[in-house]
């Protein structure tokens, strides 16, 4: 079963000092995708677009099946999507039991009993106002509304930043146990290891605008590794796999442990151990690369 | 619902076939009974860092090989194992293990006759 919940292509917006794309982007049923990449990559602007909450200036998406440029069908996929951003501070002094009065009418999915679990869960005071919640609990209560209308797909933007450590323990149990149920799918833009590793079967990489990099996790698995060796040559040195290198104790990075392993082998240069490397610092080379 | 499984980070082993070793060796010594519920792909796939691609594969091929089900609506469950399938997943956990420790001592330059020298000697301890 490969069903696409989302095909994006050659989405672009253009602002005064930031252009985003042309973006190409796929996801699959059943699949989440960690969204990564330094402050001001464009993750949050490209999440905006596809909830089209700013206009496009070039692009097509289709989105869970439909047409995401005509407007009637805009009506149906929206109420099955949740999103997490910033959508709520135009609420401002409303309380959050109001708040949930006018949101509940748009989603004929609304779940109240899970809503008022999860409000329960989280422990958010429903009588208190939105503008008066820290930022931590403005998030818990941002995701809240994203699960309660038990969407088919999940928007989240940075949804844990600022939360208390449990919550997010919390938030990442529920996100499990949201997939377990049918054929759902999250993008989720994080800049948390953990998130990554323990949510994410996809990592898509941003940088000024654009997608550098996207793959599987497991290729990260297979093929980044860290490689102690005799010696060190120029050929080493200047492979394109090679990522890094040190002379002492003799070791490379390399996002290519096959590859590179030929070039050692060419070069009578012997290996001493292998090892893979963290998601932390793979991550940190892919950021960091660019 | 944990199981005691993890992926090694030295291996080169790709992870779906160390997971679908890990639990075979878990089934065939006893550790996991039958009718014991593992798992789902997406909890397995969060608590060894891999995606559900990975974790879907080794349950695939668990459940082909006889040694875990899935009934719908329910879960994955642990399969009774015939006994030649045991005695024969016995013998190749053993092998592999074995092969492994050759590789090492290897790497650290062992002769062929130190290694049957420590081998004798493992064995003597344990088999008096």
Redesign the interface.
């Known amino acids: 079963m490969q069903t696409k919940v989302l095909e994006v292509t050659g989405l672009e917006k253009r602002f005064k000092k930031f252009h985003l794309g042309p973006m190409d982007f796929e996801l699959e049923q059943?699949?989440i995708v960690g969204l990564v990449g330094a402050n001001g990559s464009g993750k949050s602007t490209f999440l905006r677009l596809l909830m089209k909450l700013m206009r496009e200036d070039g692009g097509v998406v289709k989105i869970l099946g439909m047409n995401w440029k005509e407007e009637e069908e805009e009506v149906i996929y929206k109420k099955k999507i949740g999103y997490a951003g910033e959508l709520l501070e135009s609420f401002d002094s409303t309380t959050i039991k109001d708040i949930k009065f006018f949101i509940s009418h748009f989603f004929p999915t609304w779940n109240e009993e899970k809503f008022t679990r999860l409000v329960e869960r989280y422990r958010i005071d429903i009588d208190e106002k939105f503008s008066k919640c820290s930022k931590g609990t403005k998030k818990k209560i941002d995701f809240i509304f994203a699960m309660a209308h038990e969407p088919q797909l999940l928007l989240l933007d940075e949804p844990t930043s600022g939360v208390d450590i449990v919550s997010q323990k919390k938030m990442?149990e529920d996100l499990?146990r949201f997939?377990?149920e049918g054929e759902r799918s999250i993008v989720l833009a994080t800049h948390t290891v953990d998130e990554i590793?323990?949510?994410?079967?996809?990592i898509m990489v941003m940088d000024q605008g654009r997608i550098t990099q996207s793959f599987?996790?497991?290729e990260i698995?297979?093929h980044w590794g860290r490689v102690w060796v005799s010696h060190i040559t120029n050929n080493v040195k200047n492979h394109p796999n090679v990522i890094r290198f040190e002379v002492n104790p003799a070791q490379i990075v390399t996002n290519h442990?096959s590859n590179v392993e030929d070039v050692l082998q060419a070069e009578q240069i012997t290996i001493n151990?292998?090892?893979?490397l963290s998601?932390e610092e793979v991550l940190e080379y892919l950021i960091e690369q660019e | 619902m944990k199981i005691p499984i993890h992926?090694s980070?030295?291996s080169?082993e790709?992870?779906y076939h160390q997971v679908e070793t890990q639990i075979k060796t878990l089934i065939v010594s006893g550790q996991l009974h039958p009718e014991t519920p593992l798992p789902?792909i997406?909890?397995l796939?969060?608590?060894l860092?891999?995606?559900?691609?990975?974790t879907r594969r080794a349950y695939q091929n668990l459940e082909v090989a006889g040694f875990i089900k899935t009934v719908q609506g329910k879960g994955t469950f642990v399969r009774e194992v015939k006994n030649e399938h045991m005695e024969e997943t016995k013998q190749k956990v053993v092998h592999d293990a074995f092969e492994k420790a050759v590789e090492q001592g290897i790497q650290v330059g062992c002769s062929e006759e130190e290694i049957n020298h420590i081998f004798s000697d493992v064995m003597k301890k344990n088999f008096k």
Not at chain 1, 197 to 202: A, K, R, S, V
Not at chain 2, 49 to 54: A, K, P
């Open positions: 059943g699949m990442k499990i997939m377990e590793n323990q949510l994410c079967d996809q599987y996790k497991d698995h297979d442990v151990q292998t090892q893979r998601m | 992926v980070d030295e080169r790709p992870i789902s997406r909890a796939a969060s608590d860092g891999c995606s559900v691609i990975t």
